[in-house]
Nanobody, 120 residues
């Protein structure tokens, strides 16, 4: 089992930056790919970014490419989402997720989410 806890959300102005953290526990962190998702009322949960178990590959949604950066520190069991040039439309609940890297494709473990609000 993997437990995930997000932190770092808050209120920022448009154009500002915010870094989200996802602390993981329960298993060997490097065995899990990590992902970030966001969801707003009335919309489907949206994929934002993912990173492989060792950090060797990353994937970004087009909506955040060039603005957001996913990273991880396996020694600390933490995944990060650095968000720059934030826009009001980035406002959402951001959740991190984990899956077994190279074995499964479904995101099995989820955190509770952290609210990010971007004011205009």
């Amino acid at each position: 089992q993997v437990q995930l806890v997000e932190s770092g959300g808050g209120l920022v102005q448009a154009g500002g930056s915010l870094r989200l953290s996802c602390a993981a526990s329960g298993r060997t962190f490097s065995n899990y790919a990590m992902g970030w998702f966001r969801q707003t009322p009335g919309k489907e949960r949206e994929f934002i970014a993912s990173i492989s178990g060792t950090g060797g590959s990353t994937l970004y949604a087009n909506s955040v490419k060039g603005r957001f950066t996913i990273s991880r520190d396996n020694a600390k069991n933490i995944a990060y989402l650095q968000m720059n040039s934030l826009k009001p439309e980035d406002t959402a609940v951001y959740s991190c997720a984990a899956r077994i890297s190279g074995i499964t494709v479904s995101w099995r473990y989820w955190g509770q989410g952290t609210q990010v609000t971007v004011s205009s």
